[in-house]
């Protein structure tokens, strides 16, 4: 029987959603430039606002590991980082991927 616990959706979130965010991409990513915007005051009474501030996010994360990806494989790799978040947290990420030397597009 496998404990609960130690599945990714059962994981903590410490500080805020954002913090979480911000810690799993570094962990995963390595980013050379990483920001977590928290765009949830934007949304404040619409669809996927859950009423705790923490629902809506732009990321934009510059890494080594994108080099060479697609947009699409990028977005996979944030998606992945984020699995539980987004599972159970985070109603809408936006996500700004690109390697480093790379202009913002």
Do not use: K, Y
């Amino acid at each position: 029987m496998t404990d609960a616990s130690s599945t990714p959706a059962a994981r903590p979130v410490p500080g805020t959603v954002a913090e979480a965010i911000a810690a799993r991409l570094t962990a995963a990513l390595s980013p050379t430039r990483l920001e977590v915007a928290n765009e949830s005051a934007q949304h404040r009474g619409h669809l996927g606002d859950d009423g705790t501030g923490e629902s809506h996010f732009r990321v934009t994360v510059e890494s080594a590991a994108f080099a060479g990806q697609t947009r699409v494989a990028r977005q996979r790799m944030v998606n992945h980082a984020l699995a539980d978040l987004l599972a159970e947290r985070i109603h809408a990420l936006a996500i700004h991927a690109r390697a480093p030397g790379e202009a913002a597009g």
